[in-house]
C-alpha cells in the first residue's frame, strides 16, 4: 500500500510504502518512517432538518476543530447526511461556537444537503407562499426568472440566514443560505 508522507531525509512529500503496521520506506531515499494512525473519537450528532431533529453520530480524529459554520457528514441510522454546524457542547456541558473533537461531547447541526427554500411570490395584490426543497447547492440569483404552476416569476430579492438582504441584479445565493426569496410575476 502506497501513501504519501513527508520525508524528514528528502524534505519534501515522498511517495512511501508499508513495510508493516505502522511503519513506512520512502521510496526515493530508503528512509523509514514510523507513522501512528490519530486515535478518533465518536461524537454525538443532533442533526436538525425543518421541524425534525435526529440522533446520529460522527467519528472524528482527536485533533479535528469543530467550527460554527463548517460541514460534516453524519451518519443517521446507516443514512450520511451533511450538515452545517450550529453549536458544540463540551465534555463539561458548555455550548461553544468551536473546539476541538477530543474535548467535545456533542455537535448540533442543520442540514444543508436537502433544504427547503421557502418563496413569497406576488401577483398584483395576492402573495402566494411555497416552501420546496432543493439540493442545498442549487444557485439562486435576484433578477433570474423562476417557473411555478406555469407562471413566470422574477426573483427580486433574496433574504440569507445571516440576515442579509440580497437585491441588486445578479447577486447570488445557495439553498443552503437561504432564508426566503421575493419573487414577482411576469406576465
Not at 494512525?37 to 472524528?60: C, M, N, Q, W, Y
Not at 455537535?107 to 427554500?117: A, I, P, Q, S, T
Request: one cysteine or more; aromatic letters at 8%.
Amino acid at each position: 500500500m502506497r501513501t504519501e508522507i513527508y520525508c524528514d531525509t528528502c524534505k519534501e512529500i515522498t511517495d512511501h510504502e508499508m513495510v508493516k503496521d505502522n511503519l513506512y520506506r520512502c521510496l526515493n531515499c530508503g528512509t523509514h518512517v514510523r507513522l501512528e494512525p490519530e486515535r478518533e473519537v465518536e461524537l454525538k450528532a443532533i442533526f436538525s432538518h425543518e421541524d425534525e431533529t435526529r440522533i446520529g453520530a460522527v467519528k472524528l480524529a482527536e485533533s479535528e476543530e469543530l467550527v460554527k459554520g463548517a460541514e460534516l457528514i453524519v451518519d443517521l441510522d446507516g443514512e450520511s447526511r451533511i450538515g452545517r454546524i450550529t453549536a458544540v457542547q463540551l465534555k463539561d456541558g458548555r455550548t461553544v461556537e468551536f473546539a476541538k473533537a477530543k474535548d467535545s461531547q456533542a455537535v448540533w447541526l442543520k442540514e444543508v444537503g436537502e433544504v427547503y427554500v421557502r418563496f413569497s411570490l406576488h401577483k398584483r395584490a395576492v402573495t402566494t407562499s411555497y416552501k420546496i426543497p432543493f439540493d442545498g447547492e442549487t444557485e439562486f440569483s435576484v433578477g433570474e426568472e423562476i417557473e411555478f404552476e406555469r407562471k413566470k416569476f422574477v426573483i427580486t430579492r433574496i433574504k440569507l440566514l445571516d440576515g442579509r438582504l440580497l437585491k441588486k441584479e445578479g447577486e447570488k445565493a445557495v439553498a443552503k443560505e437561504i432564508k426566503r426569496i421575493y419573487a414577482t410575476y411576469s406576465p
